[in-house]
């Protein structure tokens, strides 16, 4: 039994075939080359759909369901776009638009929420029936299951996480508010901080670590010059968990779900970042005194989780 999952995104369009072990067999990528019309991305979204499946020797009619991951506000049931910035949509029927190209229906969600139901059912979720996770990108993408289901509210625009504010009257955000989650716990706000740290401290051996070149800052720099015993590094970190577990103690208080993933470059990292936080959503969270507590824990899927995820959708 196979199943296809496209991952729609910004910068790439990657279509993937997927087995009843949730392993993918083939992929096919091309690039989405934004700004361009919905009709020519849904060509290339059919082209790549059609060349995973060549590349896993079966056709599109040995394959049981076929889902979308794709950015921004989603109504599920007739599979439209309704709002995706990034790529320039509005309204867009993309379910429509790839059954008159493939002949095939398929299911359609948000990209985060893709990405979490593949680590729900493949990952770092495998067995829970309540899981949420969050992705530490660009922005903080956010995903929800609840009783083994996505929740994305009546209008597809739910489960955006990173726009909880921890910081009244704080940081911009691209949102439009002031002091949102993604504001300051996104791959994007560490390196600004970071940037911000190294400046204020020239002698910092984060100077070092990317050549005395601020456009090298990347989100594992103050990571490295704090291994390397750097206190402004450490305490990058420190800050930066601390904005962490603001949010996420929020999103626990919440949802209380088995397992909280967190996802994105910044979860290589791996128990630098899982311990610490373990102990301060622990301490702070409103069921600390319970027994049973949410479990931390980084991805495992890595970029796999969104084709998973999608192709399971409309199983």
Request: glycine share 14%.
């Amino acid at each position: 039994m196979y199943r296809l999952g496209i991952d729609l995104g910004g910068t790439n369009i990657v279509a993937g075939i997927v087995d009843e072990n949730f392993k993918i067999v083939s992929k096919a990528q091309m690039k989405t080359e934004v700004p361009r019309p919905a009709e020519a991305i849904a060509d290339d979204m059919a082209a790549a759909a059609l060349k995973a499946a060549n590349f896993a020797g079966v056709t599109l009619d040995e394959i049981d369901s076929f889902g979308i991951g794709t950015p921004g506000s989603v109504r599920q049931a007739d599979g439209v776009i309704v709002y995706a910035n990034n790529l320039g949509f509005n309204d867009v029927p993309i379910a429509d638009m790839m059954f008159a190209r493939t002949g095939k229906r398929f299911s359609v969600a948000n990209d985060a929420d893709s990405a979490a139901y593949g680590e729900f059912i493949a990952g770092a979720g495998k067995g829970t029936r309540d899981f949420v996770m969050i992705t530490l990108g660009t922005g903080v993408g956010g995903g929800i299951i609840i009783d083994g289901k996505i929740r994305s509210g009546f209008n597809g625009a739910g489960g955006e996480l990173g726009h909880t504010v921890i910081q009244m009257n704080g940081e911009a955000c691209t949102c439009g508010r002031d002091g949102c989650f993604e504001a300051y716990a996104s791959a994007t706000a560490l390196i600004r901080q970071t940037k911000q740290a190294m400046i204020k401290n020239s002698s910092s051996i984060m100077w070092d670590i990317c050549d005395g070149d601020l456009s090298k800052v990347n989100g594992l720099t103050p990571f490295d010059a704090m291994r390397s015993g750097d206190e402004t590094g450490k305490k990058v970190v420190d800050t930066y968990i601390s904005y962490l577990s603001v949010g996420i103690t929020n999103i626990i208080n919440i949802f209380q779900p088995e397992v909280f993933c967190i996802g994105g470059g910044v979860s290589k990292e791996g128990d630098t970042i899982i311990k610490p936080l373990e102990r301060i959503v622990h301490s702070d969270n409103y069921a600390r005194s319970i027994e049973k507590k949410t479990v931390i824990k980084a991805a495992q899927l890595g970029n796999d989780a969104g084709i998973i995820g999608a192709a399971y959708i409309g199983k």
